[in-house]
């Protein structure tokens, strides 16, 4: 399918948008936005994967704390090395947009913060987004004693099979019970 | 696009009756099931790869398509032939026990089902790692090439679901994968290839569903793609996120909301009332325009369209006179003058309750039981990115989580009588100021206007400082409504609120009790005394009123983003650094949003253009305010709950603001005399006179129904009573349901906690049995496997359906377990328990150990379906049943299942069932009756009697008993320690719950 063309055909387009959230405006726009990151040498191959230090020069996610997560997360390489096609980040866009439902982005949103890629949320995934939340300055880290303090908090409430861990599906309720995620956890390019 | 129509609208896909069949399975259940389809593979990115190469192998596609075309009853067959095959070579002298990734095979066709949850628990249970020994990994490795197959089997599966969904369905069921898009166009192709391949007899009903679906989905990609670049400030919107976060935006949202609402009513007001008044040659406008009316609205305004007054009471014809001899219909002013204000309040009544309901629904009701610190973390702003704005958000959120940490600790902190006494004091104090604030405030401005209309003259309005001095009483209110609430919040520093959620509640409720006793005041003022001192045309008066209100708020609103934001700002920075940057007050200015809004529904009645002004006032206030808070402002300190606030406004803009609104127009429609000499309803007696005059005259004989329901209905007391009766009822029996599903929500709460209990306390024996038996067995890769509890997982299944095998110790086991999970669940079942809750638990004891074991995935949250897990559980069974010729091999597979299933899979027994098949099935039931569902039904507590009965080497009578345990004898050990372990623990468990009761 991925052809060498460096504009969209058509057919590929309806499928793009058959298959993900975006609408056509949106994959065409993603389609420029991608086009900017690739080396001119291979502007018209589709196939090309940008390495994730390019992806997170983008504005959207050059501040963005979890940005290398995202770009492991929605990358398909074989290498891990975080780099996107464009499918991937068409399919990143997909997640991140406004017509995506709760249940895809909660999805996401736990494998986003499953740092360590072992399917649940254990006390150091905890531990590790707390620290992407408060930041890396002295004066926002929580000491240690607040850390514990925290997480027995989350885990108290989230764990509902207290078997220490938050898996999908707990991740998945606590999500549906905070109202604010489906409007926060939205890129926009 | 084009392949797309091809293949989805001429392709015969629903043309086998099985098929048909399935798809209607598949349709019961909604498609956001989906999801969690595939996850496992893109997990492990190792199977991924090996998984894709499957993909695109070409022999597998012929294979599935040709399985495909056959009917339902053959594609499970077809595709599980490889492993049945193995299943009948199998004997039990095979050196079958030592081969885990072939023993998988015969789980995996039984447990062939949807695509649904259980994918989604196999998957985590290949990632669980917790307290498992590394040895378990090291299993998982091993076992990794099965999970390739297990995965390709599962891929074949939800295609063959995806086929048998309608096109719209199944466009949706793929979106909603949670794969990359690069699999999903696999999956795509390979539906698309699999549908080509079917031809059949023509259905035209699915070819007319297909296509409606088709063209549903052009329309509808059409009218987003329109309504996405018709968005109005997509990008003010975009920033105004990214740097200031999703709370102030909500206040640009509300803004956009409020502007959406004003081009409704104006549309609907500007198409039923002016536009026919304009076709009306009648009456003439003489006035001269000069420019102040701009922002009076008197003079030249007062005889045009903008208000009451100058509407006309006849049928308007179109005619050049008013001889109704026009070509048109005639148009009866008075009537769509009624209908169009009365329909409008009611489809904002509709929307209005809609959106209140549903984002109450979403925020509240849902939301309660998560403490702040849960929602803190997992909500991160994925919008904000600008870098300064991600930093200072941390800051935020570090000092929140810590305050919230202390006020964890401080809560215990009791207060003594003295502390509260002055507490209480002081908050009598505050209430006490504002309270008399709001008072003083309402008497000047009844006592203003009072003054004002008797002291003007409303003969000679061309006196422009006469039609300057309008101004005062507006000016009046605006400066009230900009300074009190500051002063309202100085209140803060004489109260003290534990929680700072209080305080904004509190200052809200301030507000809202000030603004609206100020309207309360001026429409006590305009129905009552500005109707009886004489006016003229006392509707315009109102009018005009109101539009300088509206108006003058407006330059308000200006000049507080003007003196307040920008001057603060400048003295902020340059003067008194103390002072610091302004903070958007999101509370103060949605507020001031309500408070225009209702002054605007207020106004509809006397100045049916006012949205108009409204429109203008919002759009211009929409740049204003994103400038000023984009040069002046700093984002809030403290995180706002927004999504809540915004409900609780809206809540405010329906209860007191459109209430009181409705309550006046109905005042004004039923009690108030409309003057006599202006106006579509001059002459009347009341408005609602309209009505019934009309009723009176309607003389065409097929419209008597409407003369009936005004006579029987909206006269009639007793129908009211009637309504009012039934919707209490209403209320009473769903407040009774939420009890009843709160109490629900509890137990169910409980058992998955006892469930997360069992688990954690099983994987800790196994760690230590194993750890105990881990040298000697080290070898010994069967016992070796025990240590994952992936392998548990197989050889539950495994173990039920090869007892005849000699893994008899496993076999055992699992039969004791599965009789004493089943009996447990009876035992904490209340009496009570709904159809639903019983559909839960078959599937729960379908996959006893999986649930322990991992996690419990399968236990329904309250709010899920328990027949759809039911569904696919009948599915997995039909598959399963009829995938299979009648060996022996299939009878301890259905062993666990055919209890609870035995009614479904009766049900769905295709009629081509052959004899022997169904032969096979009774002895199946056979031999499931005696093991395993008379005990439970005899003894309380057949777990652990079950297991007792059955020593080790027990082995079910209608098998074949193998001696040849050798290589598995170690097992029995381990699982017998276990299912002993698991019984104590049980029962000491039950105990306590007994005793709490």
């Known amino acids: ?189 | 696009m084009s392949r797309q129509t091809r293949d989805g609208v001429l392709n015969p896909a629903y043309h086998d009756s099985e098929t048909l069949q399935m798809g209607r399975g598949s349709a019961q259940r909604p498609p956001q099931q989906n999801p969690y389809g595939s996850t496992e593979r893109t997990y492990d990115e190792g199977l991924q790869a090996s998984g894709r190469q499957d993909w695109d192998s070409a022999e597998h596609i012929p294979m599935a398509s040709l399985a495909g075309g056959q009917s339902w009853d053959q594609q499970p067959g077809g595709l599980s032939n490889a492993g049945y095959e193995w299943d009948s070579a199998s004997d039990p002298g095979g050196a079958r026990a030592g081969d885990f990734r072939e023993q998988e095979r015969p789980r995996l066709r039984t447990k062939r089902s949807s695509i649904l949850r259980q994918l989604r628990m196999r998957n985590s249970s290949l990632f669980f790692r917790g307290a498992l020994s590394s040895s378990a990994l090291g299993w998982l490795r091993l076992t990794a090439e099965d999970t390739q197959d297990k995965t390709a089997q599962e891929e074949q599966q939800l295609i063959i679901e995806l086929v048998a969904m309608s096109f719209y369905d199944r466009v949706r069921a793929i979106r909603q994968l949670p794969v990359s898009l690069h699999e999903k166009k696999q999956i795509r192709k390979r539906v698309l290839l699999e549908k080509t391949s079917k031809k059949g007899r023509i259905n035209w009903y699915m070819d007319c569903r297909d296509n409606f679906y088709l063209f549903h989905r052009r329309c509808s990609t059409f009218v987003t793609n329109a309504y996405h670049t018709l968005q109005l400030w997509q990008g003010g919107l975009k920033d105004i996120g990214g740097k200031f976060g999703s709370s102030i935006l909500s206040y640009f949202l509300f803004i956009k909301w409020l502007l959406m609402f004003s081009i409704f009513s104006f549309l609907v007001n500007f198409g039923f009332i002016t536009v026919p008044q304009l076709f009306d040659r009648d009456t003439v406008n003489n006035g001269t325009f000069k420019g102040l009316e701009l922002l009076t609205g008197e003079g030249y305004f007062t005889q045009s369209v903008l208000f009451y007054g100058f509407y006309t009471n006849k049928s308007v014809t179109g005619g050049s006179s008013s001889n109704s001899t026009g070509s048109l219909l005639p148009y009866d002013m008075q009537l769509a003058y009624f209908f169009t204000i009365s329909v409008y309040f009611v489809l904002c009544c509709l929307s209005l309750v809609y959106s209140a309901a549903s984002s109450f629904h979403k925020n509240f009701m849902s939301a309660s039981e998560l403490s702040r610190s849960g929602r803190l973390l997992f909500s991160w702003d994925f919008r904000v990115s600008n870098d300064k704005a991600v930093r200072s958000r941390q800051k935020n959120l570090s000092t929140q989580l810590k305050e919230l940490l202390s006020e964890h600790l401080q809560q215990k902190l009791c207060m003594t009588f003295d502390e509260r006494i002055k507490r209480f004091g002081r908050h009598l104090l505050a209430w006490f100021v504002s309270s008399g604030l709001a008072i003083g405030c309402s008497a000047a401005v009844y006592f203003l206007c009072l003054y004002n209309v008797n002291s003007s003259p409303w003969n000679n309005r061309s006196d422009l400082t006469k039609e300057a001095s309008t101004l005062l009483l507006p000016i009046v209110v605006s400066l009230i409504n900009l300074i009190v609430p500051l002063l309202y919040s100085l209140l803060r520093n004489i109260e003290f609120f534990t929680f700072p959620r209080h305080e904004l509640y509190t200052l809200i409720l301030r507000n809202v009790i000030l603004k609206m006793s100020i309207i309360g005041v001026l429409c006590y003022y305009w129905l009552d005394k500005v109707v009886n001192c004489g006016i003229p045309c006392w509707e315009t008066f109102v009018g005009g009123d109101i539009y300088r209100l509206v108006v003058i708020d407006f330059f308000f609103c200006l000049f507080a983003c003007f003196f307040g934001e920008f001057l603060h700002k400048v003295i902020g920075t340059r003067f008194f650094p103390r002072l610091g940057v302004p903070e958007f007050d999101i509370a103060r200015n949605v507020l001031d949003l309500i408070y225009a809004q209702t002054l605007a529904w207020i106004g509809i009645y006397f100045s049916p253009l006012l949205p108009l002004i409204q429109i203008i006032k919002l759009f211009l206030m929409f740049y204003v305010k994103k400038f000023s808070l984009m040069q002046n402002c700093h984002p809030p300190q403290r995180s706002w709950r927004a999504a809540q606030m915004m409900t609780i406004f809206i809540l405010i803009l329906f209860f007191p603001s459109y209430v009181g609104v409705l309550i006046t127009i109905a005042v004004i429609f039923w009690r108030i005399t409309p003057s006599s000499s202006c106006g579509p309803f001059r002459g009347l007696n009341v408005p609602f006179d309209v009505i019934a005059n009309w009723i009176d005259s309607i003389t065409l004989p097929g419209s008597q129904w409407v003369v009936w329901i005004y006579n029987n209905l909206i006269q009639s007391v007793l129908f009211f009573f009637i309504l009012t009766l039934l919707v209490l009822i209403l209320i009473y029996v769903y407040y009774q349901i939420v009890v009843g599903r709160k109490k629900l929500i509890a137990i169910l709460r409980d058992h998955i906690a006892n469930e997360g209990k069992d688990k954690a306390f099983l994987l800790e024996k196994l760690k230590k049995l194993q750890s105990q038996s881990m040298s000697s067995l080290y070898q010994d890769p069967s016992l070796e496997a025990m240590g994952s509890k992936q392998d548990i997982q197989d050889r539950e299944v495994r173990g039920s359906s090869q007892s005849r095998t000699p893994s008899k110790g496993t076999s055992t086991f699992q039969l004791g377990r599965s009789q004493s999970l089943q009996e447990t669940s009876n035992r904490r079942q209340p009496a009570s328990f709904s159809g639903e809750r019983w559909s839960a638990r078959d599937s729960e004891h379908e996959y006893v150990l999986p649930d322990i074991l991992e996690e419990p995935q399968q236990q329904p949250w309250p709010g899920a379906s328990g027949s759809q897990q039911q569904d696919i559980q009948d599915r997995e069974v039909r598959g399963s049943s009829q995938s299979r010729t009648p060996s022996e091999g299939t009878f301890p597979v259905q062993l666990r299942r055919a209890p609870s299933l035995q009614e479904t899979s009766n049900r769905r027994q295709p009629t081509s069932f052959s004899g022997e098949r169904q032969s096979a099935r009774d002895a199946e039931r056979e031999y499931v009756l005696p093991n395993v569902l008379q005990e439970p039904q005899q003894q309380p507590w057949p777990g652990a009697p079950g297991f007792q009965q059955a020593p080790p080497n027990y082995i079910p009578p209608d098998y074949p008993v193998d001696d040849d345990s050798s290589m598995e004898g170690g097992t029995l050990p381990v699982s017998d320690a276990l299912a002993q372990a698991l019984w104590a623990r049980r029962q000491a468990e039950d105990e306590e719950e007994e005793g709490r009761y």
């Open chain 1, 1 to 189: 399918m991925g052809s060498s063309a460096s504009q969209l055909t058509k057919e590929l387009l309806s499928e793009y948008q058959e298959l993900t959230f975006l609408t056509k405006q949106e994959i065409l726009l993603a389609h420029c936005r991608f086009k900017e990151l690739l080396p001119k040498e291979s502007r018209n191959t589709m196939d090309y994967r940008v390495p994730m230090e390019k992806i997170l020069t983008m504005p959207e996610l050059k501040s963005n704390p979890f940005r290398q997560r995202i770009c492991y997360v929605f990358s398909t390489s074989e290498a891990k090395d975080g780099s996107l096609s464009f499918e991937d980040f068409l399919d990143f866009l997909s997640v991140f947009s406004d017509s995506a439902t709760p249940e895809i982005k909660s999805h996401y949103a736990f494998r986003i913060f499953d740092f360590d890629d072992d399917g649940t949320l254990d006390r150091n995934d905890l531990v590790k987004l707390v620290n992407c939340l408060t930041g890396d300055a002295p004066e926002t880290r929580l000491s240690q004693e607040e850390m514990n303090q925290l997480i027995g908090n989350i885990l108290e409430e989230s764990d509902i099979d207290k078997d220490g861990t938050v898996n999908l599906s707990e991740f998945q309720h606590v999500i549906s019970r905070s109202p604010d995620f489906v409007s926060s956890f939205k890129i926009v390019l």
